[in-house]
């Protein structure tokens, strides 16, 4: 495998760090310049640089289905590794192709794949993280990240606050060591270097909605499995508020705790397409499903013009929608094809049975045609609103409203049960939580007791 600090000699001999005074792109002047992208003229040191970086992979006992590098630098290191030690590799292309597949995402792969990350140098850590949004958006797990570089500017912290691990061969403090010991540098330009390295920290940079929006390409029902899985909550938050301020601010306390958000458009006294896009922003950057309940009921054309026109607009924003199957496969065929009209993955959940006292829905032929229903339609139906499982499947996200740790019901047919009976009786995947949340003390935290609850007795109960 060669030293490391031979392969550190080596790279400055080809003048992969440099010292002197250096305009970076941001405009500081840096002490110090690294180009790794030399070292593909390099055969020796591109195999050495590959070589070091998988024993790191080794030594961090991570387990994993593929490999994907960072391109572009990384890329040739990527290939190496995975060629050498055979392992699969799969490619982020930086823009999705606009003809054939639209893939952003080359090579074999399965929902839940465990992937890990290759890079040549980190900084902010931002490439590492837009790789990673990438690839979880198609339902990979990102958990960690191999470097050959850390330049010590804070992206262990920023990679960290996305639940990426960073492993990295070499840092530059020991990179300096190295080139002082053997007398390429002198000690002070190492300490200007370290210097300008700790007045250079990075912080994680704030998401940007827009790239955001356009890597959601993903189906939907995949992008619900991946925000359970990593913000590990199967809490669905029912914001029956009636002031659309009120929900945007209670949608950032709770947002980190819930998978969607579910709101009924119709009580709102101050609605407006601005606010509501400001709620979708949030839903963006916090990583949650919005849901309009709005329980479409009517024939196709009407539902057409319900979901696409008149104030709300729900189309253009919600994630999902709820539906009756009453009118039969009509309605679902009507609102798939306005969807067709959004750049955005659409889903609606079909309503099977309800947690009202008495509900008609209480029909076994019913609920069976709801279910010949969904899977006729599964693209655009992901799941059931119900109160029972009704598929053998996992195909279907079955959502059960009706959910309060310690109340018998209202006073008007609302019938509850606790998150465990939900998910063990009821056999819920997503637990539909309103007045449990609204009307506690302390909001935030009671959400995060429902989502600890839910996603315990998820994990035992359904097994995942
Ligand atoms: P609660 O406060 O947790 O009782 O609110 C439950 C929410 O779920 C509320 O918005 C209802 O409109 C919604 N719901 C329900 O309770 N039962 C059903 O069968 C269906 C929806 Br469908």
């Known amino acids: 495998m060669g030293d490391l600090a031979d392969l550190v000699l080596q790279l400055y001999d080809i003048e992969a760090f440099k010292f002197g005074s250096f305009k970076l792109k941001t405009g500081l002047q840096s002490p110090i310049y690294i180009d790794l992208r030399v070292i593909i003229s390099y ?3 591109l195999r050495s640089v590959a070589v070091h970086m998988n024993e790191i992979l080794k030594r961090s006992n991570v387990s994993f289905d593929s490999i994907c590098g960072v391109p572009y630098t990384a890329l040739p290191i990527a290939s190496i590794i995975c ?45 590492v993280i837009e790789t990673a949004d ?10 960690d990240a191999i470097v050959f570089f850390d330049r010590e500017q804070n992206g262990e912290n920023n990679l960290q606050k996305r639940n990426i691990r960073l492993h990295r061969v070499l840092k530059i403090s020991e990179v300096l060591g190295y080139l002082v010991q053997h007398g390429k540098i002198s000690e002070e330009i190492s300490e200007n270097v370290k210097e300008f390295i700790n007045q250079n920290q990075t912080q994680l940079p704030t998401l940007n909605i827009e790239i955001e929006n356009k890597t959601i390409s993903i189906p939907i029902r995949q992008r619900f499995q991946t925000i359970m899985k990593e913000k590990r909550s199967n809490l669905c938050l029912s914001a029956d508020l009636t002031n659309l301020d009120e929900i945007i601010k209670l949608s950032k306390q709770v947002g980190s705790n819930i998978c969607m958000l579910k709101i009924h458009s119709d009580i709102l006294t101050d609605f407006s397409m601005d606010k509501i896009q400001q709620l979708k922003d949030i839903s963006r950057k916090l990583n949650f499903l919005l849901l309009e309940d709005r329980k479409f009921a009517d024939i196709g054309n009407t539902v057409k013009l319900q979901y696409t026109k008149g104030l709300f607009r729900i189309v253009e924003w919600a994630d999902l929608v709820t539906v009756h199957a009453l009118p ?18 659409r889903g609606c959940l079909l309503i099977a049975q309800m947690s009202s006292k008495g509900a008609f829905t209480d029909n076994e032929d019913y609920v069976k045609g709801v279910v010949e229903c969904a899977k006729k339609y599964s693209d655009f139906v992901i799941g059931f609103i119900s109160q029972s499982r009704l598929t053998t499947t996992d195909e279907f996200l079955h959502c ?48 995060e007791e429902y989502q600890q609850q839910g996603y315990q007795a998820y994990e035992e109960i359904r097994k995942i």
């Not at 392992?87 to 992937?115: H, S, V, W």
């Not at 309605?331 to 993955?345: D, K, R």
């Open 43 to 45: 055969p020796d040191i």
């Open 83 to 127: 060629a050498d030690y055979k392992r699969p590799m799969l490619i982020r292309r930086k823009e999705a192709k606009n003809y054939g597949t639209k893939k952003l995402i080359e090579g074999k792969f399965q929902i839940n794949d465990r992937c890990i990350i290759i890079e040549d140098i980190v900084t902010s850590g931002s490439s």
């Open 134 to 143: 990438s690839l979880r958006a198609e339902g990979l797990q990102i958990t």
């Open 328 to 345: 039969g496969e009509c309605i679902v065929q009507g609102l798939e094809q306005s969807a067709q009209s959004i750049n955005e993955p």
């Open 400 to 447: 059960t409203p009706g959910v309060h740790l310690n109340n018998t019901g209202d006073q008007l047919g609302q019938q509850y049960v606790t998150p465990r009976q939900a998910i063990d009786e009821r056999g819920a995947d997503i637990l539909i939580v309103g007045r449990a949340i609204l009307d506690s003390i302390n909001r935030a935290k009671t959400a």
